[in-house]
């Protein structure tokens, strides 16, 4: 296959790309950044997917982000693209804010005054994820499942962090929405200005060349 690649990464170097890029966290970011200018869709299909997925970055959905977001970016006929990409908005930087965020104002909204520590957020996440494989596997073997630990985390941990979520997610995918139409019209118009100049250009280039050719053989 023409992009595959020579030498396949491991699943180690999978996640450490993930946490720290090869290139820096600057260079990623410019890489997203370029790729939505790149985007032939009009400015306001592109910001429609960038909430999309701004908004999906704000989910407890670990694993179906660029599902879900895909699936908003069409609900919304936006750019899927766009969606996908401004999942980057949810990294392992910004992710401990927006988890701390999402479940302190979800406790807060469903009246509950416990708040579990950053830690612990992030470590029922793992247990929960280990549970539901361990359940998964023991359908096809003689271990019996066990639910009670996933009904836990469930009430404490993923409903808060649902419910919480949907606030900030909403605010930062509006806000979004409107920092982004804007500069993207404004590159979209710049651009085509640029190319209709080059073109020009060419074309008096291209004329001028015939006329000296013209000139010549007379």
Same mark, same amino acid.
């Given at each position: 296959?023409v ?6 990464? $491991?699943?180690?170097q999978?996640?450490?790309d993930?946490?720290?890029? @090869?290139?820096? #966290?600057? @260079? ?8 939505? @200018?790149r ?8 910001s @429609? +997917?960038?909430?999309?997925g &701004?908004? !999906? ?5 670990f ?6 977001? /895909?699936?908003?970016? #069409? ?8 969606? *996908?990409?401004? !999942?980057f908005?949810?990294?392992?930087? !910004? ?5 701390? *965020? $999402? &479940?302190? *104002? +979800?406790?807060?909204?469903? +009246?509950?005054? %416990?708040? *579990?520590?950053?830690?612990? &957020?992030?470590?029922?996440? $793992? ?5 539901? #494989? ?6 096809? !073997?003689? /271990? %019996?499942?066990h #639910?009670?630990?996933?009904? %836990?985390?469930?009430?404490d ?11 900030? +997610? ?25 190319m209709?100049?080059s ?20």
């Amino acid at each position: 296959m023409v992009f595959k690649r020579r030498a396949p990464r $491991s699943y180690l170097q999978i996640a450490a790309d993930f946490v720290y890029p @090869r290139g820096g #966290w600057r @260079r990623a970011g410019q890489y997203v950044l370029y790729r939505l @200018r790149r985007l032939p869709d009009p400015a306001y299909k592109i910001s @429609r +997917g960038i909430a999309a997925g &701004v908004f !999906t970055s704000f989910t407890p959905f670990f694993g179906l982000h660029f599902l879900i977001s /895909a699936s908003l970016a #069409w609900a919304m006929r936006g750019n899927i693209v766009a969606a *996908l990409l401004a !999942t980057f908005f949810g990294n392992p930087i !910004t992710f401990p804010i927006i988890a701390a *965020l $999402s &479940v302190d *104002l +979800g406790n807060f909204i469903l +009246g509950r005054e %416990e708040a *579990l520590p950053l830690s612990r &957020v992030l470590s029922a996440f $793992s247990q929960a994820s280990q549970e539901i #494989w361990a359940n998964f596997h023991a359908i096809f !073997t003689s /271990a %019996e499942p066990h #639910w009670y630990q996933l009904s %836990e985390f469930f009430s404490d941990l993923f409903l808060p962090y649902l419910v919480g979520g949907l606030i900030p +997610g909403l605010v930062c995918a509006i806000a979004a929405y409107a920092a982004s139409r804007p500069l993207i019209s404004a590159y979209q118009k710049a651009r085509i200005k640029r190319m209709k100049a080059s073109f020009a250009k060419r074309m008096a280039k291209s004329q001028a060349a015939k006329a000296d050719a013209g000139a010549k053989a007379d």
